[in-house]
């Protein structure tokens, strides 16, 4: 595969913070390997794990070996960046399990399996560490760094002089070094000169670099990209109910898709160069159409269709879509009755709703019993036949007369009634 500069990709995309000197030249001489460290401790990545997939992603696009790095050992122990007290630490089964997700998310991004001579690497750093009795770590790694060098790192020395009363422990203390030693193990048995990361981790990276220089006289190389921060000064990747996560079990490809969509029209902007893989022009273009006529949220929507179809996949995408209009389009019965039970519940979060047994509609809930005194969705059985009479009474978005009652046919997934008064007034009968 042809090189292309991945430094300057990276660059235009606003994807780089700190890049060690010489870096470019290194990589545009050959093929060469680079590695990013992925945090194990949950069964799924979420989007704050989006920007360091992304440059692994970009750099094997630009005819470069990425390593995709499980920090299994890591994992163990918490890296102190950015962090203000200690976590909670997995056993090996749990971090297996994790390290299995991880890879599947990844496959998404990465070629893992092409043959190609850049294909990607998954590697957990619990491999080599699980057998390093600490006698022979602390004489073999650790006699060559020293103190005052690790406590110049500014993630020690912001939890030494933070308010937390807990401080560093000697176990997250060791973690520059464990992360500094799977550098140096990826240098020498893997030829990987290069490590990738957040800004936070610039201190970490360049501890490896260090290793590779004092203990094998070698020339490692760091790359750091910026933290993605929110222009409203809220926090990235997080949702009114906590982490957007990549498992379409933990956030559902709907809310996925409309965290995207609801982006400011100044974060769309910064995220598309970033999250997508469009070219410039393409990007450029988008922009110069939004700007023409912002109301209509094309830039929102071209980032939201990119990322969603990348991170799950087109019929995924465009499911979300459907679930989308159905609150605010002209959507059918047959169009609430495609979504899953999970979508449907993302779709209509926060809607009031009631209980009532299946037994009942076995013969058929009349519909003024159904809007008034069996849900208490309208006051009164007066006020259900008016409103039925002002023909403004839905049943799962279809026009009902004063004569319809709802049966079993009319459930979605088997469980579910959606009435509406109106056009933003909902009420859901969940049959039990």
């Known amino acids: 595969m042809e090189l292309k500069n991945f430094v300057e990709e990276l ?13 470019e030249e290194h990589l545009m001489e050959a093929m060469r390997s680079a590695y990013v460290g992925f945090d194990p401790t949950a069964d799924s990545l979420h989007i704050g794990n989006l920007v360091p997939i992304m440059i692994l992603s970009f750099f094997q696009r630009c005819g470069h070996k990425p390593y ?19 976590r909670n630490l997995l056993d090996e089964e749990a971090l297996r ?22 294909q990607a690497v998954l590697v957990n750093n619990y491999d080599w560490m699980k057998e ?48 500094g030693y799977d550098f140096l ?20 990276i360049t501890t490896g670099t260090e290793l590779i220089r004092r203990v094998d006289a070698g020339k490692g190389y760091a790359l750091t990209c910026p933290l993605i921060t929110k222009s409203d000064g809220s926090k990235f990747g997080k949702s009114e109910g906590g982490n957007v996560w990549l498992d379409a079990n933990r956030t ?19 995220y598309i160069k ?16 939004h700007k023409e006529a912002p109301h209509l949220r094309l830039l929102q929507k071209r980032l939201a269709q990119e990322v969603t179809t990348t991170v799950h996949s087109a019929e995924e995408f465009e499911n979300a ?82 004569d319809f009652s709802i049966s079993e046919s009319d459930l979605i997934n088997g469980q579910f009634v959606l009435l509406q008064r109106g056009k933003k007034n909902y009420f859901i009968i969940k049959m039990v």
């Open 252 to 270: 559902s490809p709907y809310k996925f898709y409309q965290y995207w969509l609801n982006t400011s029209d100044d974060d769309a902007e910064k």
């Open 11 to 23: 660059q235009w995309r606003g994807m780089i913070h700190d890049v060690m000197p010489e870096t």
């Open 132 to 179: 390093f009795s600490f006698l022979d770590f602390i004489r073999n790694v650790g006699k060559h760094i020293t103190v005052n060098y690790m406590m110049a790192k500014d993630s020690v020395k912001t939890r030494l002089s933070g308010e937390s009363a807990d401080g560093l422990s000697f176990t997250e203390f060791t973690y520059q070094l464990i992360q």
């Open 185 to 204: 193990h990826l240098y020498r048995n893997m030829n990987c000169t290069l490590q990738m990361g957040g800004s936070d981790q610039w201190g970490n």
């Open 68 to 86: 995709a790095l499980v920090g299994g050992a890591t994992g163990m122990i918490g890296d102190p960046s950015g962090k203000s007290a200690e």
């Open 321 to 402: 879509v459907k679930a989308s209009e159905i609150l605010f389009g002209n959507s059918t019965s047959g169009d609430l009755k495609m979504l899953n039970e999970k979508t449907f519940l993302d779709v209509f979060d926060g809607v009031p709703q009631t209980e009532i047994s299946k037994e009942e509609i076995k013969d058929g809930v009349d519909i003024i019993a159904a809007l008034a005194e069996k849900t208490g969705f309208l006051k009164s059985n007066g006020e259900a036949r008016r409103a039925l009479k002002e023909n403004s009474i839905s049943v799962n978005k279809e026009k009902v007369a004063d």
């Open 274 to 289: 970033i999250f997508t893989f469009l070219d410039k022009e393409t990007i450029e273009n988008t922009v110069a159409e």
């Open 97 to 118: 399990h994790n390290q299995e997700c991880v890879k599947n998310q990844l496959s998404q991004f990465l070629d893992f399996s092409s043959g190609a001579e850049n």
